[in-house]
């Protein structure tokens, strides 16, 4: 039995090799393209005016904290290589951008100001089809 616990702490503790490191973004990536899409299509359905309020809120809401999620998922672990440093790089300002539009999309609901969350929809656009390059890049 304790041999098997020092080996779960040990793997717990090993470093991350690049693979690993890929399929940790990988996974975190595929995570913000779907809570990205999510988002985008609860506020174009607001915008038209066919979602309830509080059910926008909630969606927005999901949607940012899964995507926080994912970009500390990949900020939290060492890098292994220079490769890695260079994925991690282009990912992280890509999840940034989701977290800040989403965070807009969600302001702007609330506040009933349909400039600011057409802006917002318009940016998850973009960043979500950058997102999906960096995906399919990935497989």
Do not use: H, N
């Not at 080996?7 to 996974?27: D, K």
């Not at 975190?28 to 299509?41: I, K, P």
């Not at 174009?44 to 927005?60: C, D, H, I, M, N």
């Amino acid at each position: 039995m304790g041999a098997v616990l020092l080996a779960v702490v040990l793997i717990g503790v090993w470093p991350l090799t690049t693979g690993q490191y890929r399929s940790t973004v990988e996974t975190s990536v595929q995570d913000a393209v779907s809570s990205v899409g999510t988002a985008r299509l609860a506020g174009q359905t607001a915008l038209r005016g066919k979602a309830f309020p509080p059910y926008e809120s909630t969606v927005v809401e999901d949607a940012r904290k899964a995507v926080v999620t994912a970009t500390s998922d990949i900020a939290s672990l060492e890098v292994p290589d220079q490769d890695s440093a260079q994925l991690r790089d282009e990912v992280l300002p890509l999840l940034q951008d989701s977290v800040r539009l989403i965070g807009d999309l969600g302001a702007g609901l609330d506040d009933d100001d349909r400039a600011a969350a057409d802006a917002a929809v318009t940016g998850l656009v973009s960043v979500g089809d950058r997102l999906a390059g960096v995906l399919e890049g990935l497989r």
